[in-house]
């Protein structure tokens, strides 16, 4: 038997002619894939990050094209509506202004007692009908002269009077809505230049009626 010799490690064999440093273990060191590998996923997020982008870019410029092609269809919307409720009130106008006529031949047979019978029935039917159209009758005396819904016809001057008033009512005038199709024509009457108001002419008598008493 071989007895071994304490203290002494074994040496693996070393082949003649060989350096001993080369049979040293050598630590592993990555290949040229492996480093190559976190360099490559850099780029592909890169990549990635950049499409996302442009997607991201792309998707802001179609929202904003779709809420300006809605804004636009809500104004042609509103549009054609407005224009549908213009159209529909001036053909009712025309219409209406067309019956004015007839409605003032009815006026003044009313005023004479002669609307009786069955022509009662027709223009009072005719009256109802108007009005759901829309059409209102203006126009009274003693109101205030108002350039913009009466046409004076007659011009006068009263004692009574403090303004510029409507003191007859020669046609009654129509609007539909706040729309004027024809305004009352009327007769006015001014203040007489130089009289005195009746305010001013009732202040005075009191004045004369206070100032004329005596205590006793």
């Known amino acids: 038997m071989t007895e071994e010799t304490p ?28 480093a190559a590998a976190p360099a490559g996923d850099v780029q592909q997020t890169a990549a990635l990050t950049a499409q996302l982008d442009q997607v991201r870019t792309a998707l802001n410029e179609r929202t904003a094209d779709l809420q300006r092609l809605q804004a636009e269809y809500q104004n042609y919307r509103r549009r054609v509506e407005r224009d549908r409720v213009q159209v529909k009130e ?55 002269f108002d350039p ?41 009457a001014e203040p007489q230049p130089g009289a005195t108001p009746p305010a001013a002419k009732e202040e005075k008598a009191d004045d004369e009626e206070s100032g004329g008493t005596e205590e006793v």
């Not at 009815?106 to 009256?127: I, P, Y």
């Not at 539909?176 to 305004?183: C, K």
């Open 90 to 144: 001036v053909a009712v106008a025309g219409l209406l202004t067309e019956l004015l006529p007839v409605l003032d031949d009815v006026g003044r047979a009313r005023e004479h007692g002669e609307l009786v019978g069955g022509f009662k029935s027709v223009a009072e039917s005719l009256e109802t009908v108007v009005a759901k159209l829309g059409l209102h009758q203006f126009g009274k005396e003693g109101e205030p």
């Open 148 to 188: 913009t819904i009466h046409e004076a016809l007659m011009h006068s001057y009263a004692p009574d009077v403090t303004e510029t008033t409507c003191v007859a009512i020669l046609q009654p005038g129509y609007r539909i809505g706040e729309r004027t199709i024809r305004p009352a024509r009327v007769a006015v």
């Open 7 to 34: 203290g002494f490690d074994e040496k693996p064999d070393v082949p003649s002619g060989a350096n001993p440093d080369d049979v040293e273990p050598k630590a592993a060191t990555p290949s040229e894939e492996e």
